[in-house]
C-alpha cells in the first residue's frame, strides 16, 4: 500500500520525536511492504516565524490532500510570555482543527507492565486501567464568542454548543463503546450549566439506539476525583471541550508519564495523530525528549486511519520491548541505569523491527 502523509513537525522537541515515529514508520513500511511519502508543513512558532500566521493555507492544502497528518507539538516561551501577543501558535492548533473538521480527540490511557510503579498513583488502583477519552474539540469555550469590555476590566468567554455537535461526538462514543466493554460516562455539569444539560438530554435520547450500551451521567468534579482512585473503573467517556482538555491531562500521569500517551483527532477530513505533550522547549536541541508518545501516535495511524492492526501491533510490541529493556530517555530512566538519546531510542526501535 502507498500512503501519503503530512508531517507537521512544529516547535520545541517537536522536530526530534517526529523524526523517531518517521525513522520506526519507514521501517514498519519496509517490513510490510507498504510505500509512505511525507509532505512537511509548517504550523505553530515556526510558521509565524516563516510567513507571519500560525497555520498557513499551504499547510492546509498539504494537510487535505494527505492520507493522515503526523504532528509534532507547538508553542513557544516569547508566546507564552506574552499574553498580550496578537498572534499565537495555538490559534494555529484551533484553525486546523476547525478547517479539518477533527471534532473528536481520541485519547487513550492505559499503563505498562513495566513501569506500572512509575505511576504517582498506587499499583493497586491503577492496575487494569484501560480507558479512553472522547473529547469535542471544535466546539465550547474554545470557539465562543470571547472579547473585554469596561476598558478591558472585564473579560468574557462564552460556551456554545449546538445539538448537532453533541450528536457526532457521542455518535463516536457509543460506536466506540460498542467495541469494547459497553460501557459509556457521559462527563458535564448539568446541575450547573445550560450546555452541560444539552449534552445530557441529546446523550439520553440516543440510548435507545445502542440498547447494549449501559450510559452513566457524572459532573466533571466528581470525575475528576474518580481518576484519581478508581480509574479502571471508566471504559469510554465522552465530554466537552474544556472538560475534556483538563481530565485528558490528569489521567495521562496514571501511565507514569505524559511523553507515553497518544492521541488522535478525527472527523470530517483527514484525521491528525499526536502526542499528548507540548513542546517541552527547555529540551529542544538536547536529543534527551521521550520519542515514544509520537511512535505510539503513529502505530494509532496504522491501525486507525489505514486499517493496518498488525503494523500498529508490531510498533506497540517493540515500545513494549524497549520499556521492559530500559531503553528509555531520562525521564523513565530508574536510578542507576543509563538513560538513552531521543535517536537512540529510536534507532533501537528500528534495530528491533
Known amino acids: 500500500m502507498k500512503f501519503n502523509i503530512a508531517l507537521l513537525a512544529g516547535d520545541g522537541i517537536g522536530p526530534e520525536v517526529i523524526n523517531e515515529a518517521v525513522k520506526v514508520s519507514d521501517a514498519i513500511a519496509k517490513k510490510f511492504n507498504h510505500e509512505i511519502t511525507w509532505t512537511p508543513a509548517l504550523t505553530g512558532a515556526c510558521a509565524i516565524d516563516a510567513v507571519g500566521v500560525p497555520y498557513p493555507d499551504e499547510t492546509h492544502e498539504v494537510c487535505m490532500k494527505a492520507d493522515a497528518v503526523l504532528f509534532g507539538a507547538i508553542g513557544h516561551p516569547k508566546y507564552d510570555n506574552d499574553p498580550s501577543a496578537p498572534v499565537r501558535p495555538e490559534q494555529g492548533l484551533l ?15 492505559f499503563t505498562f507492565p513495566s513501569l506500572i510503579d512509575n505511576s504517582p498513583l498506587k499499583r493497586e488502583r491503577i492496575e487494569g486501567t484501560d480507558l479512553v477519552f472522547l473529547r469535542e474539540l471544535t466546539g465550547g469555550i474554545y470557539f465562543g464568542e470571547k472579547g473585554r469590555k469596561d476598558n478591558g476590566d472585564t473579560a ?7 445539538r448537532a455537535e453533541v450528536q457526532r461526538l457521542a455518535k463516536k462514543g457509543f460506536e466506540l463503546a460498542m467495541t469494547r466493554s459497553k460501557k459509556l460516562c457521559c462527563v458535564d455539569k448539568a446541575n450547573v450549566l445550560e450546555t452541560s444539560r444539552l449534552w ?26 474518580r481518576l484519581v482512585q478508581w480509574p479502571n473503573s471508566y471504559d469510554v467517556l ?7 482538555d483538563i481530565l485528558t491531562d490528569e489521567a495521562s500521569v496514571i501511565s507514569g508519564s505524559m ?13 491528525l495523530y499526536e502526542p499528548i505533550h ?11 525528549a ?3 508518545a509520537t511512535i505510539l501516535s503513529a502505530a494509532m495511524m496504522f491501525e486507525d486511519a489505514f486499517g ?18 530500559g531503553v528509555v530517555t531520562e525521564d523513565l530512566a530508574s536510578k542507576g541505569s543509563k538513560a538513552y538519546k531521543t535517536s537512540e531510542v529510536g534507532d533501537w526501535l528500528v534495530a528491533n523491527l
Open 238 to 244: 465522552i465530554t466537552e471541550n474544556l472538560f475534556g
Open 156 to 162: 468574557f468567554d462564552n460556551c456554545v454548543y449546538t
Open 290 to 292: 521521550n520519542p515514544l
Open 95 to 109: 484553525l486546523m482543527r476547525k478547517k479539518l473538521g477533527l471534532f473528536a480527540n481520541v485519547r487513550p490511557t
Open 200 to 225: 445530557r438530554e441529546t446523550v439520553q435520547a440516543m440510548e435507545k439506539d445502542y440498547p447494549e450500551v449501559t450510559v452513566s451521567y457524572e459532573f466533571v468534579d466528581a470525575v475528576a476525583m
Open 308 to 325: 493496518l492492526k498488525e503494523e500498529a501491533e508490531a510498533i506497540r510490541a517493540v515500545v513494549n520491548k524497549s520499556l521492559e529493556q
Open 259 to 271: 511523553g507515553l500517551m497518544p492521541s488522535a483527532s478525527v472527523g470530517e477530513h483527514t484525521s
Open 278 to 288: 507540548g513542546s517541552y522547549p527547555q529540551a529542544t536541541g538536547l536529543n534527551i
